[in-house]
């Protein structure tokens, strides 16, 4: 089965950058695609990338487009979120999962358990 785990959160001023990283296991070729998402609190689930492997293409939610940057290491079967000029609204869960770049808020499946990221000075 697919499996995802996130690290790289914590504690962050705004302004300030973070990396997360996203491991994955059970992945049979190169095709699945990895997104990210996120939750803050009182908020529904939005996506925020999706890294599409047909389209060779990463998408980004409109909110955060410009300042995040999505990308992935197939080889390593791992994800990375670079997230710059943080804001406290960024402070949310923020999970991979499968993600389909045409579904509303690039879908997901396979989610991981999350890694806290909290914008605060």
């Known amino acids: 089965q697919v499996q995802f785990v996130e690290s790289g959160g914590g504690l962050v001023q705004p302004g300030g950058s973070l990396r997360l990283s996203c491991a994955a296991s059970?992945?049979?070729?190169?095709?699945?695609?990895i997104g990210w998402f996120r939750q803050a609190p009182g908020k529904e689930r939005e996506g925020v990338a999706c890294?599409?492997?047909?389209?060779?293409?990463?998408y980004y939610s409109e909110n955060i487009k410009g300042r995040f940057t999505a990308s992935r290491d197939n080889g390593k079967d791992t994800a990375y979120l670079q997230m710059n000029s943080l804001n406290p609204e960024d402070t949310a869960v923020y999970s991979c999962?499968?993600?389909?770049?045409?579904?509303?808020?690039?879908?997901?499946?396979?989610w991981g358990r999350g890694t806290q990221v909290t914008v605060s000075s």
């Open positions: 059970g992945l049979t070729s190169d095709f699945y695609s």
């Open positions: 890294i599409s492997a047909s389209m060779h293409t990463t």
């Open positions: 999962a499968l993600c389909d770049y045409k579904a509303p808020g690039f879908g997901g499946a396979y």
